[in-house]
């Protein structure tokens, strides 16, 4: 519960600060009046002291270095930055899944771990005895004697030990990856974010027939590019 209450709190603090404005007091002192506004550009008109213009804002566009140094702090605040809420899902489901992954494998590596020393170096052994670790961590209605014995039941212990070490590994590597393509997927985001992708943008393939000085005629295959 700790967990998913900083998780939650991790995605909301970013989405609060993206979508506050800043309220600031504006002094006209034409007629000595204080008032309170969230527009960034205010002008006071000259022939009326009393009436006040608002400046347009300018276009807004993501910072593509603010979202990348910021995703790095918090993950998934490039994404939030460059308004791409449809992303967030994507990328905390797939830290969730990474998270889940690297949890699970570890206590399935620490379990086979531990299990395997303890069939070596323990001086009780016995196979009947269901506290012992190498005897607990056996599935549903099997025994030492059914995997084949202690010497063989050793090797099975030390592979699967060996084995969730390794997806282990692989879940940290693919958590590791994860992060950085959130990163790329800001900043890459935020660089296209006006990029023109509208219709007159166009690459055609079109048969050509172009003449030379000579009269003859070839075929020819003409690319082209309007911009």
């Given at each position: 519960?700790?967990?998913?209450n900083?998780?939650?709190?991790?995605?909301?603090?970013?989405?609060?600060?993206?979508?506050q404005?800043?309220?600031?007091?504006?002094?006209?002192?034409?007629?000595d009046?204080?008032?309170?506004?969230?527009?960034?550009?205010?002008?006071?008109?000259?022939?009326?002291?009393?009436?006040?213009?608002?400046?347009?804002?300018?276009?807004?566009?993501?910072?593509?270095?603010?979202a990348?140094?910021?995703?790095?702090?918090?993950?998934?605040?490039?994404?939030?930055?460059?308004?791409?809420?449809?992303?967030?899902?994507?990328?905390?489901?797939?830290?969730?899944?990474?998270?889940y992954?690297?949890?699970?494998?570890?206590?399935?590596?620490?379990?086979?771990?531990t299990?395997?020393?303890?069939?070596?170096?323990?001086?009780?052994?016995?196979?009947?005895?269901?506290?012992?670790?190498?005897?607990?961590?056996?599935?549903?209605?099997?025994?030492?004697?059914?995997?084949?014995g202690?010497?063989?039941?050793?090797?099975?212990?030390?592979?699967?030990?060996?084995?969730?070490?390794?997806?282990?590994?692989i879940?940290?590597?693919?958590?590791?990856?994860?992060?950085?393509?959130?990163?790329?997927?800001?900043?890459v985001?935020?660089q296209?974010?006006?990029?023109?992708?509208?219709?007159?943008?166009s690459?055609?393939?079109?048969?050509?027939?172009?003449?030379?000085?000579l009269?003859?005629?070839q075929a020819?295959?003409?690319?082209?590019?309007?911009?």
């Open positions: 519960m700790k967990r998913l900083f998780l939650i709190l991790l995605v909301a603090l970013p989405l609060l600060a993206q979508a404005e800043v309220e600031r007091e504006v002094y006209n002192p034409h007629n009046t204080l008032f309170t506004s969230r527009h960034d550009s205010l002008v006071i008109t000259e022939g009326n002291p009393d009436a006040i213009q608002v400046l347009p804002k300018e276009a807004w566009r993501p910072d593509p270095y603010r990348v140094w910021m995703g790095a702090i918090i993950p998934g605040y490039g994404q939030i930055h460059n308004r791409s809420y449809w992303k967030l899902p994507i990328v905390y489901g797939a830290f969730m899944g990474c998270a992954a690297i949890t699970w494998t570890n206590r399935q590596y620490t379990d086979y771990k299990a395997y020393r303890d069939i070596l170096v323990d001086p009780n052994y016995d196979p009947e005895d269901a506290s012992k670790s190498y005897v607990a961590i056996l599935p549903t209605g099997y025994t030492v004697d059914r995997m084949g202690r010497s063989r039941y050793t090797t099975t212990l030390q592979t699967a030990q060996n084995n969730y070490r390794r997806y282990r590994d879940s940290i590597v693919a958590t590791v990856i994860v992060y950085a393509l959130s990163l790329i997927d800001a900043y985001d935020a296209l974010f006006d990029f023109d992708i509208s219709p007159d943008l690459l055609n393939l079109m048969p050509d027939v172009p003449r030379d000085p009269g003859t005629q020819e295959l003409k690319i082209a590019v309007r911009f």
